[in-house]
């Protein structure tokens, strides 16, 4: 030992319990304080998700009426969602199989009106609604709310059409 460390107490490298114990109170309130948001982001990132998901599947079914020739359908019931087209032969091929968005994403679709079910474009891509307009598809997670809108030629509108 050194002749001029006697008399001194030795240090040591590290951190005490008071500074320990202020680390983890910090950490502690910024994890209250974030929790919240990230379950406002989670929720908004589900219904982004969902509305992808039947923009995809909506273009999907309009891409394979018009690769075929031959009619395709996409079809909302309850919760889910598929799409299918028609074979040359007569067959039913589905392109998107059934997706439940409630159980997936935990977001629910509401339709504007019961005609909204379902989209059939023929071998051109087009739809033809009987009643005219749009097809519209609410969809919501929490407080958080989107919508999915199809004009009557059967193409996407652009976001945040008035549920």
Not at 49 to 76: E, P
Not at 112 to 129: E, K, L, Q, W
Not at 133 to 147: A, M
């Amino acid at each position: 030992m050194p002749l001029w460390s006697i008399g001194r107490p030795s240090r040591r490298a590290g951190f005490t319990a008071v500074e320990l114990m202020i680390v983890v109170v910090i950490v502690g309130v910024l994890t209250v304080v974030a929790i919240p948001r990230f379950s406002v982001w989670r929720e908004r990132g589900s219904v982004g998700a969902a509305r992808q998901q039947i923009v995809s599947a909506i273009a999907t079914a309009r891409s394979s009426a018009v690769q075929r020739g031959t009619r395709a359908t996409f079809k909302v019931s309850g919760n889910t969602i598929r799409a299918w087209a028609m074979s040359p032969a007569g067959d039913t091929v589905f392109v998107i199989p059934l997706v439940r968005l409630d159980s997936t994403l935990n977001t629910t679709i509401t339709l504007r009106n019961a005609a909204d079910t379902a989209i059939v474009f023929d071998g051109r891509g087009f739809s033809r609604r009987s009643s005219g307009g749009v097809y519209r598809y609410i969809l919501e997670n929490g407080k958080h709310r989107d919508s999915v809108c199809v004009g009557s030629g059967g193409t996407v509108l652009p976001r945040r059409c008035t549920p």
